[in-house]
């Protein structure tokens, strides 16, 4: 597993230990509650990640409530109920597919582009590539606030859907939030090298 | 457009402007090339984005040749043959569907992950949704090297990959890649509020 760390990037050390080499998928968390303030510091972040046509598909719904987390907890697969019962904060991660509504404001250059997507029929698959790709960024954004993320695509999407969700939203994944417990860290798994992955044509 | 940035964040400022707020979408680039040394860094970063059961469908394609390019070109749609067939490099981003093929070296825990996804008809799916978020990781991956990225969706999927890629792999996005000419950069379009994204139960 030969790395290549000798300056070619540009991105300081410590920032890509902080996002990639030393960031960890966490199942367990301790008890410091994740605040709306840094919730917000994240979105504020993640959300210049580029999206097509700017679109930017991907809603929240942040699971706070006693009440609302026991709702949540009995759509998951049962290797995720546990984490998520006890996880700081939980976030619903939804594909809106009327991004096009807001296409006057986020893409004004095109002022037909709402029209021209109103009987399209991709919309439900291009929010969920879209707001797939947000996903990827908003894990990153979350280790950029010093926290752990532990995605997980283990649970009912309907049901998630019918429970918490608006008319037109798909849920992509849900998502625990919180300091890491060294505890709830696997073992590194392998990751493919570059020429299993990378081919020159 | 409040912003948040008042140290919330662990990641230094300098970061977060390479990756998210100074970076952005490129159209044209600069003739500087960009070194497969370049990409191997980015690929070395970025692998260590977490996908599910670390399945890591991302396959990369490098369009190097003028050969290859020409045949890349006639598939992408009229708004990007021009800036495809200019740019110092253009990667053609897959998702493979045999994701489950490698489960013994990069899920090794669970020995009969492989067979038990063979038959599994999500797999195409499923490898997606997680090259998807992997194309997130992707995209700041190439601004941590210092580069822009140019992604596109607008092309033919069928066509890139009968020419392109193996069976079981799908077209997720193609790339371009290299040190932006400012020349390229539109202007910045306006992000949803916080508020329009993220609601609290």
Redesign the interface.
């Known amino acids: 597993m030969a790395?290549?760390?000798d300056g070619?990037?540009?991105?300081?050390k410590?920032?890509?230990d902080?996002?990639?080499?030393s960031?960890r998928?966490a199942n367990a968390f301790t008890g410091e509650p994740v605040t709306?303030?840094?919730?917000?510091?994240?979105?504020?972040?993640?959300?210049?990640?580029?999206t097509?046509m700017?679109n930017?598909p991907?809603?929240?719904?942040?699971?706070?409530?006693p009440e609302?987390r026991e709702r949540l907890v009995a759509h998951m697969t049962d290797n995720n109920k546990a984490k998520t019962a006890a996880a700081p904060l939980t976030a619903i991660v939804a594909a809106d597919s009327g991004f096009h509504e807001?296409f006057p404001?986020?893409?004004?250059h095109k002022p037909d582009a709402r029209e021209a997507f109103e009987d399209h029929p991709g919309r439900p698959q291009i929010a969920?590539?879209n707001a797939?790709?947000?996903?990827?960024?908003l894990?990153?954004g979350i280790?950029?606030?010093?926290l752990a993320?532990g995605?997980m695509?283990g649970y009912d999407a309907d049901g998630v859907a019918r429970e918490?969700l608006n008319d037109g939203e798909q849920a992509?994944a849900v998502v625990n939030i919180g300091r890491p417990d060294p505890a709830g860290t696997f073992p590194r798994?392998?990751?493919?090298d570059?020429d299993?992955?990378?081919?020159?044509?």
């Open positions: 790395t290549v760390d070619t990037l540009a991105l300081a410590e920032a890509q902080l996002l990639f080499r960031a998928t709306d303030d840094q919730v917000r510091a994240i979105y504020d972040l993640v959300k210049w990640g580029p097509a700017n930017q991907m809603r929240l719904v942040l699971v706070r409530s609302a807001h404001t986020t893409f004004p969920r590539f797939s790709i947000q996903l990827g960024y894990i990153l280790r950029a606030a010093g993320a995605p695509a918490f992509v798994l392998p990751r493919l570059y299993q992955v990378v081919t020159t044509v």
